[in-house]
């Protein structure tokens, strides 16, 4: 099925637009993929470093209001990563840093889920600036940076290990 | 100069960066240059942000704080920076698009030491910062999508450099 909806793609003229049919969409795409990876890990990475102790001072619920910024640069590597696929998207398909930096971005979304879900979420909103957060929040928070970073770590990775681009 | 960038690009260590089929040469470098730009670019930008009004109900002063991992990042992108133009010297040196980039990030990383100074003052818990500030923090935006901007093109103006086998799409 992955295999038929790729030949289904490389057959648009989306793909044939993004692999170079139009000059300087690809290019464009990866300056602003890295432009979203930045906004991402940055707003993130406030958020999962104040949960860990870092800039105590910072009361936690108001960190929310970066968020949609985060979201943002979330939307924009979607967009443009879906781009790069349809361009190409036999250089993926068999790609197991591609396959291993959707499972990480996967485990990154479920760890945001459970922080909602299980009521960590309204715990640590209330907490104010100089208290500790719980030790299940300093564990998703960790496991957060580990996971975005790992996903950096596959997307860098798509060249070398498997030879994507 | 050329022979000089030439014995740069050729000496032991420029030959492995670009030559080595180990991940951890020319890949592990480039991850690290990605992680530094993911931190140092991200959390000036979180306070760029917050200088120029988002999320105002957070006082700015405890900000401060990330200025350490802000200086790390940046020491970490400097060190991979470096290999990575060991590796290809006659290339990137020769490339006009890398001393933009280069521009870029020293004028980014002084608008970040002059908001530590202007921001992180007496100042700091007042919910409106002063408009220098907020001047500094719209140039420091402007200029790290520079400094991302022309280091992503680097791959596309100039004479070709990286890794063997690592070719970017040129449009």
């Not at chain 2, 280091?151 to 004479?159: D, K, Q, T």
Request: charged share 10%; hydrophobic share 55%.
């Amino acid at each position: 099925m992955v295999q038929a909806f790729s030949t289904w793609l490389h057959g648009t003229r989306l793909s044939w637009a993004v692999a170079g049919g139009v000059p300087w969409i690809w290019p464009l795409c990866e300056t602003l993929h890295f432009m979203g990876l930045a906004l991402l890990v940055g707003i993130v990475g406030v958020f999962d470093l104040r949960i860990l102790g870092m800039a105590k001072g910072l009361p936690v619920g108001p960190i929310q209001r970066l968020m949609p910024w985060a979201i943002l640069g979330f939307s924009i590597n979607l967009v443009t990563g879906s781009l790069f696929f349809a361009g190409d998207p036999f250089q993926y398909i068999h790609n197991v840093a591609f396959g291993f930096k959707l499972l990480f971005i996967g485990l990154a979304g479920v760890n945001v889920i459970v922080f909602y879900v299980t009521g960590l979420y309204r715990h640590v909103d209330g907490i104010g600036p100089g208290h500790d957060a719980p030790l299940a929040a300093k564990v998703a928070a960790a496991a957060s940076l580990f996971l975005w970073v790992g996903v950096m770590y596959w997307g860098r990775m798509l060249p070398f290990i498997g030879n994507a681009f | 100069m050329m022979p000089l960038l030439a014995s740069l690009e050729n000496s032991g260590f420029g030959t492995w960066v670009r030559e080595s089929s180990s991940l951890w040469a020319y890949p592990t470098i480039l991850f690290m240059h990605t992680v530094g730009l993911g931190f140092l670019v991200g959390l000036n930008v979180a306070i760029d942000l917050r200088i120029l009004g988002v999320a105002e109900k957070l006082p700015l002063a405890p900000f401060e704080k990330f200025y350490r991992v802000m200086w790390a990042a940046f020491w970490i992108n400097a060190l991979s920076g470096t290999a990575l133009l060991v590796a290809d010297a006659t290339t990137k040196l020769t490339n006009r698009v890398f001393y933009i980039k280069m521009a870029c990030i020293f004028f980014a990383v002084m608008s970040m030491v002059l908001i530590r100074r202007r921001a992180f003052g007496a100042a700091a818990d007042r919910a409106a910062v002063a408009a220098p500030a907020r001047a500094l923090a719209a140039m420091s935006l402007v200029l790290w999508a520079g400094a991302i901007t022309a280091g992503r093109l680097m791959a596309y103006f100039g004479p070709v450099s990286g890794a063997p086998g690592l070719q970017n799409r040129l449009p």
